[in-house]
């Protein structure tokens, strides 16, 4: 998608264990954002970040930290995953008013 | 998020027009999005209208806006199998994207 790629794509974890979710981008843009997909919720943004070091909260971001050490990765850290976090997890970049989607990483946790 | 509204289902028999409908409140909405989600996938973007306009054709895709009454809809004009699908609603203002619930899209024969 557009030069944007999530790893994994699939995960199961244990509850109480740490989690990192990667997304990368080979265009430079300056904004990225980490949402996840629930049923009934449509998507919901967990964080964003507006360039190298600069990240801010979204409206579901208890439970998650991320981080942005350089401008193509944006990592997504479920500190301690709980059940309520299994979901689908979206990476998107914007770009000239557009934004482009991740294929997006299921995770489960059990 | 609660900010944008759109009905859960639609159903509709192949050929015939598909309309899905939105609200939204925030009246600061520079763009407003329509993504197409199939099973198993990613979003893909539809389209998309600056919010001073009022309507945006794209071959079968039509997008009406009414900024007074924070209204959107896509039509679809002759609904084909391949356009079944989830369909999301979005508003896009200082720099994020918020999403309606999706609306389920069932093209029957």
């Known amino acids: 998608d557009a030069g944007i790629t999530q790893s994994p794509r699939h995960k199961v974890t244990e509850t109480g264990t740490p989690v990192t979710l990667r997304c990368h981008q080979t265009?430079?843009?300056?904004?990225m954002y980490w949402y996840r997909q629930d049923p009934g919720h449509g998507l919901r943004l967990i964080h964003y970040?507006?360039?190298?070091?600069?990240?801010d909260k979204g409206e579901v971001s208890d439970g998650y930290s991320v981080s942005r050490s350089k401008t193509e990765d944006f990592l997504l850290t479920l500190e301690s995953a709980t059940s309520s976090q299994t979901s689908v997890y979206f990476c998107?970049?914007?770009?000239?008013?557009?934004?482009?989607f991740g294929s997006g990483t299921r995770l489960t946790v059990v | 998020g609660e900010d944008v509204e759109q009905s859960l289902f639609l159903s509709v028999r192949e050929g015939d027009s598909s309309v899905i409908n939105c609200t939204y409140t925030?009246?600061?909405?520079?763009?407003l999005y329509w993504y197409k989600q199939e099973p198993g996938a990613g979003l893909q973007l539809l389209t998309y209208?600056?919010?001073?306009?009022d309507m945006k054709q794209d071959q079968r895709l039509t997008v009406l806006l009414n900024k007074k009454d924070k209204h959107l809809s896509l039509r679809i004009a002759d609904t084909q199998t391949g356009d079944s699908a989830i369909y999301f609603c979005?508003?896009?203002?200082?720099?994020?994207?918020?999403f309606g619930a999706g609306t389920t899209v069932t093209v029957r024969a």
């Open positions: 265009e430079n843009h300056r904004y």
């Open positions: 979005a508003d896009g203002n200082d720099y994020k994207l918020s």
């Open positions: 970040s507006y360039g190298v070091k600069d990240t």
């Open positions: 209208i600056f919010s001073n306009m």
């Open positions: 925030d009246s600061s909405s520079t763009y």
């Open positions: 998107a970049i914007s770009h000239d008013g557009g934004y482009t």
